[in-house]
């Protein structure tokens, strides 16, 4: 499972896809859930990196950074917010 921390924790639980949970692990490095004009995108941070209000998802030793501004919106984090060019 995953654990919450940060300005503020979402009102409700954020369900992460086991795709979604295999593409962070295999790249060891955190990630950011922002903003794009297509809605929420999944980004590693070293593209768009974490805000000190972000909401802090855990999953092992890897962060989800959710945007304050997509965290009261969010249920689901799913594989359709990777963007194509990301995909390796």
């Known amino acids: 499972m995953h654990t919450y921390r940060g300005h503020k924790s979402p009102p409700h639980t954020v369900s992460i896809d086991d795709e979604v949970r295999s593409y962070i692990l295999e790249r060891k490095c955190d990630f950011r859930v ?3 004009c297509g809605g929420p ?3 590693p941070t070293t593209i768009k990196p974490p ?6 998802i855990y999953i092992d030793d890897r962060t989800i950074y959710v945007s304050i501004y997509q965290a009261r919106f969010l249920d689901r984090i ?3 917010m990777i963007p ?3 995909m390796y």
Request: proline share 0%; with cysteine.
């Open 84 to 86: 194509h060019f990301c």
């Open 51 to 56: 805000k000190s209000t972000d909401t802090e």
């Open 41 to 43: 995108i999944l980004l």
């Open 34 to 36: 922002c903003t794009s």
């Open 78 to 80: 799913h594989a359709d």
